[in-house]
């Protein structure tokens, strides 16, 4: 079975473009999850909670969504072919003993410079960290399948020489982690392995796969 439609079940306007990357943009809708306010990780100690929470978090956006759009089709004679699709996004550090530590985005209050800058300095400067995303598709009769995918990404050492001017061009802002690969913060990367497009948020290989997977259910 193949679909007619597509919804993207996220705010984010980077997700959007790497969808239309591989589904024609006429046959995308975006409908974000009626509730922005997302679980955090601060009870998650480990890094196995924090990928079960990040699926937890994908999961939900997606069932929000499933359950407006059924009651909007309920009195429709034939429910269009339809694929919702998900996904949650942070960054991880967890290269030193102790609990991992989480990176989403930088709080919106006049502070989140030097809440980034300190991310830099203590986090990526000279470090590998990880960016993990958990990807849900379902349709609307409830066959769905998910992916989680993590890429790691090493920072050049000395940042300092750039990190002013990168703060001032505010890219960081609503950004997981505070800076964007396929952006400004390029500069600062010295290596990625794993997928590209997972960093900016949404993994397209892992995508295809799931779109594969639930047309044969």
Sequence with gaps: ?????????????????????????????????????????????????????????????????????????AELHEIPRTL??????????????????????????????????????????????????????TTPDGRHAEQLVETKVTFRADIERWLNWYLLTGEPRGKAGGYALQGAGSVFIEHVAGSLSNVVGLPLEALLELFADVRLK
């Design 1 to 73: 079975m193949s679909f007619r439609r597509y919804i993207l079940a996220s705010r984010s306007p980077r997700r959007l473009d790497l969808l239309r990357q591989i589904v024609h943009p006429e046959l995308i809708e975006v409908r974000p999850p009626l509730i922005a306010q997302e679980a955090g990780f601060g009870d998650c100690d480990d890094i196995t909670g924090i990928r079960l929470r990040l699926k937890q978090i994908a999961q939900t956006k997606a069932e929000q969504v499933r359950t407006a759009l059924n009651a909007e089709e």
């Design 84 to 137: 919702l699709i998900s996904a949650d996004t942070t960054v991880v550090i967890d290269d030193r003993p102790g609990a991992p530590v989480v990176l989403e985005q930088p709080p919106e209050t006049d502070e989140w410079r030097e809440v980034v800058a300190d991310w830099f300095r203590h986090h990526y400067a000279g470090r590998t960290h990880s960016v993990i995303t958990a990807v849900f598709v």
